[in-house]
């Protein structure tokens, strides 16, 4: 089993996280990818995904998500047997839509057939706590369902 690590951001900061997710799970062949840059077609259900996912505007996807989440939408892919993992991106200040990005694309994935495992991370950009520091210890805790 191999481990895709799928961003889809606004600025950039998806894209660290997803950096940091995949050094963590280097031992588990991690493959960072952009959801830009991600075809639905090439989803295998075998690999485990791990799925980050900021939070724009008024608590839409981003616009690196958007054409990803919409060809999941056209395509419906039967997703059974696809195991992720979902880290968001977002900022309490936006209380009614906190991390609703993460949470769009976990819907339609489990809509899809697909399993989420681990907590939903979601990461507060009014914290204190840095997203890659957050990532790291979330990834340290996926490690150890990984394995078993």
């Given at each position: 089993?191999?481990?895709?690590?799928?961003?889809?951001?606004e600025t950039?900061?998806?894209?660290?996280?997803?950096?940091?997710?995949?050094?963590?799970?280097?031992?588990?062949?991690?493959?960072?990818?952009?959801?830009?840059?991600?075809?639905?077609?090439?989803?295998?259900?075998?690999?485990?995904?791990?799925?980050?996912?900021?939070?724009?505007?008024?608590?839409?996807?981003?616009?690196?998500?958007?054409?990803?989440?919409?060809?999941?939408?056209?395509?419906?892919?039967?997703?059974?047997?696809?195991?992720?993992?979902?880290?968001?991106?977002?900022?309490?200040?936006?209380?009614?839509?906190?991390?609703?990005?993460?949470?769009?694309?976990?819907?339609?994935?489990?809509?899809?057939?697909?399993?989420?495992?681990?907590?939903?991370?979601?990461?507060?950009g009014s914290?204190?706590?840095?997203?890659?520091?957050?990532?790291e210890e979330?990834?340290?805790?996926?490690?150890?369902?990984?394995?078993?």
């Amino acid at each position: 089993m191999s481990v895709v690590v799928l961003f889809g951001s606004e600025t950039g900061t998806a894209e660290e996280v997803a950096d940091k997710i995949a050094e963590v799970l280097v031992d588990h062949d991690a493959e960072v990818r952009d959801m830009l840059e991600y075809e639905v077609s090439d989803i295998d259900t075998d690999d485990f995904h791990v799925i980050i996912c900021s939070t724009y505007g008024e608590g839409e996807l981003p616009t690196g998500a958007e054409p990803f989440y919409e060809a999941l939408v056209e395509d419906a892919p039967d997703l059974t047997g696809l195991r992720f993992a979902l880290f968001g991106l977002g900022d309490r200040i936006y209380e009614a839509t906190f991390n609703r990005g993460g949470g769009i694309m976990a819907q339609k994935l489990i809509e899809l057939g697909a399993q989420q495992v681990h907590e939903h991370a979601r990461h507060d950009g009014s914290s204190n706590i840095k997203p890659k520091a957050q990532a790291e210890e979330w990834a340290q805790e996926l490690t150890g369902l990984l394995a078993g």
